[in-house]
C-alpha cells in the first residue's frame, strides 16, 4: 500500500487547497529555502503523529487564512491507494487510529530532518547523556519492553520513582522488579542498532569509521520512599552510554569535533536508518520522509545513502526533499520511476498572498515556464526569468527533436512499411544540410508558437 494523493488545505505555509499527486511512487522534491518544503513534511508528519500522540500535535494553520474577511477550512488530506475515501487531521480531529497502520507509523516515527540528525553529534559537556536520552526516548524508544510498555514509557515510570512519597506500593514494587529486563532489552536493541550502523557505515559510506555504544545498567533495591528517592535521583542524573568512536581503528576522543561534518552525518543517518530495521513498523504501509538532510552531506556521500534507499528500504515509500538543484538533478539520474516535483512561492490567484506552488514532473517545460513567468504575480522585477527561459529552451529542444528527427533522419521501407532509421551515408548527408537550411530559418523568428 501507499499514498496515492496528499492535500493541504490552509496548513502552515500552504495558503488555500493544494493537490500533491505521489501515484503511489518515492517522491524527491526540490525547492528553495523558503519554499514551503519543510510544510509538507510537516503536514506528512503531524498527519501520522496525531494518530500515535494528538495531545502533542497542534494543528498550524495557515497566516494568510486567519486574515481573510471569511476564513476556510484547514486540513490535511491522505489518500491511500487501497482506500477510495481520503483519511483527514483537522484542528478539531486527530488523524484516526483507524486503520491500524497509522497509529503504527506515528508511533514509529520514520520522519527526519537535519535537526533532528544533528542531535547525535552536536558539541556539548554532556553528550553521553544526551545520546543515552537519544537512544532511550528517541532512536529506539518505541520498542516494546515490559507488559506492553515501550522501552520510554518504562524509562519515565521508573525516574518518576524519584519523586516518591509515601510508602512503595505494588506498581512501585513492580517497576523495581522490572528494571533488570529493561537492562537487558536496552543493551541487546542498542547492540543491534550498532550492528547495522556499522554495516552501512561500511559497505556503503566506505568511510572507515566504527562505532561502539555501551548501555548501562541501573538497579533498585530500596525499601522506602526516601531510599528510593536517593536511590533512583542518583541513577537519573548519571544515566549516560560509552560513546566509542574508531577511524582507521584508532579511537577519536570528541569524535564530535574531530570528524568532518559529512562523516559525522553519515554516522547520524547511519544510525536512525538502522533503527528503523529495529523498532518495529507497519507490515502493510511504511514509509520514511527525509527533509533536507543533506545539508551535511557532500556529494560523495549522499550517493551511498540513495543506495541504502534502493537496497535496504524496497518496500517503503519514501519522500526525499533538498533544497540543492544540482543534487536534485544528480538524484534524479540515480533513481527510477520515482515522482519528482519542485516547489516555490507564487502568489494565490486573485491576492496578494503568497503560498508554496507545486510543480509536478509530470507538467511539459511549456508548463512549467509558465508557472515560473507568474511565479511572483505581475511585477516584472520579481518575475523569475531564468527557470522561465531555461524551461522554454527545454519545451523548444523537445519540438525540434520531435519535429526535425522524424522528418529528416527516418524513412519509411518502401516493401514492409516500417519506419527505419537512415543509415546510408548520402543519404543522411543531404538530410542534413536540409535540415540545416531549416534551422536557419529561426534565425529571423522573433515569436514562436509553442502550441502550433
Not at 494518530?51 to 490535511?76: C, G, M
Not at 519545451?395 to 521501407?413: A, F, H, R, S, V
Request: glycine residues 4%; hydrophobic residues 35%; proline residues 3%.
Amino acid at each position: 500500500m501507499k499514498i496515492k494523493t496528499i492535500e493541504i488545505e490552509n496548513f502552515r505555509a500552504f495558503y488555500g487547497k493544494h493537490t500533491i499527486e505521489v501515484n503511489s511512487k518515492n517522491m524527491l522534491i526540490y525547492g528553495e529555502n523558503g519554499s514551503g518544503k519543510s510544510s509538507l513534511y510537516w503536514a506528512v508528519h503531524d498527519f501520522f503523529r496525531s494518530a500515535y500522540k494528538s495531545e502533542d500535535i497542534e494543528f498550524k494553520k495557515n497566516e494568510w487564512n486567519l486574515l481573510d474577511s471569511s476564513p476556510q477550512q484547514s486540513k490535511i488530506n491522505i489518500t491511500f491507494d487501497e482506500y477510495d475515501k481520503p483519511f483527514s487531521f483537522t484542528p478539531s480531529e486527530p488523524t484516526p487510529q483507524e486503520p491500524k497502520f497509522i497509529n503504527q507509523v506515528g508511533k514509529q516515527n520514520p520522519f527526519f530532518t537535519y535537526r533532528r540528525l544533528l542531535k547525535t553529534y552536536i558539541e556539548d559537556k554532556n553528550i553521553e547523556k544526551r545520546i543515552f536520552d537519544l537512544l532511550v526516548n528517541d532512536i529506539l524508544g518505541n520498542i516494546q519492553s515490559n507488559d506492553n510498555t515501550t522501552l520510554s514509557e518504562f524509562w519515565w515510570k521508573f525516574t518518576e520513582l524519584r519523586n516518591k512519597k509515601g510508602r512503595l506500593n505494588h506498581h512501585d514494587r513492580w517497576v523495581q522488579s522490572h528494571i533488570k529486563i529493561f537492562n537487558e532489552q536496552l543493551k541487546d536493541n542498542v547492540n543491534k542498532l550498532i550492528d547495522i550502523t556499522n554495516y552501512y557505515l561500511k559497505e556503503y559510506f566506505n568511510n572507515n569509521i566504527t562505532l561502539k555504544i555501551e548501555t548501562p545498567e541501573f538497579k533498585s533495591t530500596a525499601k522506602s520512599s526516601d531510599d528510593l528517592r536517593t536511590e533512583i535521583g542518583g541513577q537519573y542524573n548519571n544515566a549516560k552510554v560509552k560513546i566509542e568512536v574508531k577511524l582507521f581503528d584508532k579511537t577519536i576522543k570528541n569524535y564530535q569535533l574531530f570528524l568532518n561534518e559529512a562523516r559525522l552525518s553519515a554516522l547520524s543517518i547511519s544510525m536512525y536508518l538502522a533503527s528503523l530495521k529495529i523498532v518495529p513498523a507497519p507490515e502493510d504501509f511504511k514509509i520514511l520522509f527525509l527533509d533536507d538532510i543533506f545539508i551535511g552531506l557532500d556529494t560523495a556521500n549522499r550517493l551511498p545513502l540513495l543506495e541504502i534507499l534502493k537496497e535496504k528500504f524496497l518496500d517503503w515509500q519514501i519522500f526525499i526533499t533538498t533544497y540543492d538543484r544540482h543534487w536534485f538533478e544528480i538524484a534524479k539520474n540515480n533513481i527510477s520511476d520515482w515522482q519528482t516535483a519542485e516547489i516555490y512561492i507564487g502568489k494565490k490567484e486573485g491576492t496578494n498572498f503568497e503560498t508554496p506552488i507545486v510543480i509536478s514532473n509530470s507538467e511539459t517545460p511549456y508548463q512549467k515556464a509558465v508557472k515560473y513567468f507568474n511565479k511572483q504575480g505581475k511585477s516584472k522585477d520579481s518575475i523569475d526569468y531564468p527557470a522561465t527561459g531555461n524551461y522554454l529552451r527545454k519545451e523548444c529542444e523537445n519540438l525540434l527533436k520531435e519535429k526535425l528527427y522524424g522528418k529528416y533522419l527516418l524513412k519509411k521501407d518502401k516493401k514492409t512499411g516500417e519506419t527505419l532509421l537512415k543509415k546510408d551515408i548520402t543519404e543522411l548527408f543531404i538530410s542534413f544540410e536540409k535540415m540545416i537550411n531549416d534551422l536557419l530559418k529561426f534565425r529571423s523568428c522573433k515569436h514562436l508558437n509553442i502550441n502550433g
